[in-house]
């Protein structure tokens, strides 16, 4: 597979900021024994992976502007591009020593995300995709699964904080889904779930309360594999939406109507 200029730079600035996070986790473990425990040292991990991302995007891009989990939004000369990056998807896991997060790096063109990586350095899994392009795992084209009976579906979600939204309505909709399939899961970060349903190792997902760069490499890395990305009611997902749910067609349209029963219910 031949990558283009432009995932050469996304992959170059993903594999920088990777190599730091993985060394400062191997520190995390040491320091969970502390009293203070490792919150401040995984916060300046955060910023230096995003430091990281930025400059390097910066240097290759410079006209390019910037939407930030840490450092916020960043106006660029060319105003049709921007990129949306999650330097750590998945830091409550990263805090526990948890192996599962994830770099997370998205460019929107004039409002649609038209490239996407998603980067697992502890299995060293790199999840890539560009619009029109197709998705890949470490070079193998991937496919959203063909599951279309929603009982035999692995279902990933994830569980809103307590102060962030409707909760009693989300147990309302994880009752009515883990009645309806095989299993939920929440893994814990959300760029892996987007990637994992791409590879059809999950068979949908759903959240509420996301912001544009925990998904938007994600979205491309669904819709490339074959799948359909919508919010959580079956409405079309907007960048700057905050629910989304994602799917293979048949699973897609099942999910939607569980998820509205379970609202209704
Ligand atoms: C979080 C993770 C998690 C999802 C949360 C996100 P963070 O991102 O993606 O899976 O459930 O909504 O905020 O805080 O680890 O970057
Ligand atoms: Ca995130
Ligand atoms: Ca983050």
């Known amino acids: 597979m031949i990558r283009s200029p432009l995932m050469t730079v996304m992959v170059d600035a993903v594999m920088r900021a990777a190599k730091g996070l993985r060394r400062d986790f191997g520190e995390v473990e040491n320091l969970q024994v502390s009293s203070k425990g490792p919150g401040d040292f995984v916060s300046t991990a955060d910023h230096k992976a995003e430091a990281i991302l930025h400059d390097s995007l910066l240097k290759s891009r410079p006209d390019f502007g910037f939407v930030m989990e840490e450092g916020g939004v960043v106006e660029g000369k060319d105003t049709s591009h921007r990129w949306h990056i999650d330097p750590l998807d998945g830091t409550l896991n990263f805090l526990h020593g948890m192996p599962h997060f994830s770099v997370s790096l998205g460019l929107e063109r004039d409002g649609q995300i038209v490239a996407g990586v998603v980067y697992d350095p502890i299995k060293d899994e790199l999840f890539i995709a560009e619009k029109g392009k197709g998705a890949f795992l470490n070079n193998r ?82 819709r490339e594999a074959g799948g359909f990305i919508t919010d959580t009611t079956g409405g079309e997902y907007s960048i700057a939406g905050k629910s989304l749910l994602a799917a293979n067609a048949s699973v897609h349209s099942q999910l939607v109507k569980t998820i509205k029963d379970a609202r209704a219910a």
């Open 141 to 222: 084209r991937l496919r959203v699964s063909g599951r279309t009976d929603l009982m035999e579906c692995m279902i990933g979600t994830g569980i809103p904080a307590s102060n962030k939204r409707d909760v009693p309505v989300y147990m309302k909709e994880l009752t009515h889904v883990t009645a309806r399939t095989a299993g939920v899961r929440r893994l814990g970060s959300a760029a892996l779930d987007l990637a994992y349903v791409a590879a059809g190792r999950l068979d949908g997902f759903w959240e509420t309360g996301l912001s544009s760069w925990d998904v938007a490499a994600g979205v491309v890395l669904v």
